[in-house]
């Protein structure tokens, strides 16, 4: 059962790298990039994932406010342990606001402190 999981999780991998970012209707107003992980750690052996990045700008004509994106990556290992990581940092218009966060919600040996 693991090798089937790791087989679609390469099959995966192959799909998501052929994909490039996309503007949405046209413009660049909203980015997804979407990149495969790949990595291997005496701990957790070999390990393969997704990482994404979404970028979208608060108004189209609004050319002062920063660009808000949110990444993330899902990852998982042949020791059966699972990662996920996101990053999110949302300005509003005109930089008025701006929120950030993190959310890590991790089935993983945190080994070193």
């Known amino acids: 059962m693991i ?3 790791l087989r679609t999780l ?11 970012s996309f503007s949405q209707s046209g413009n660049n107003h909203q980015k997804l ?3 495969p992980i790949c990595y291997y750690t005496p ?17 189209k004509s609004d050319s002062i406010s920063r660009p808000s ?3 993330g990556s899902l990852s998982f290992t042949q ?3 699972i990662a996920f990581e996101s990053n999110w940092q949302h300005h509003s218009k005109r930089n008025r ?4 966060g ?6 993983y040996p945190q080994v070193f402190y």
Request: avoid cysteine; hydrophobic fraction near 45%.
């Open 79 to 81: 020791n059966r342990q």
């Open 33 to 35: 990039k979407v990149l």
């Open 69 to 71: 994106s949110f990444t």
């Open 43 to 59: 701990e957790t052996k070999l390990a393969v994932g997704v990482f994404l990045n979404f970028q979208t700008h608060s108004s």
């Open 97 to 100: 606001w701006m929120n950030t």
């Open 3 to 5: 090798r089937l999981g």
């Open 102 to 107: 993190r959310l890590d919600i991790l089935k």
């Open 10 to 20: 390469i099959v995966l991998m192959i799909h998501f790298s052929s994909l490039k």
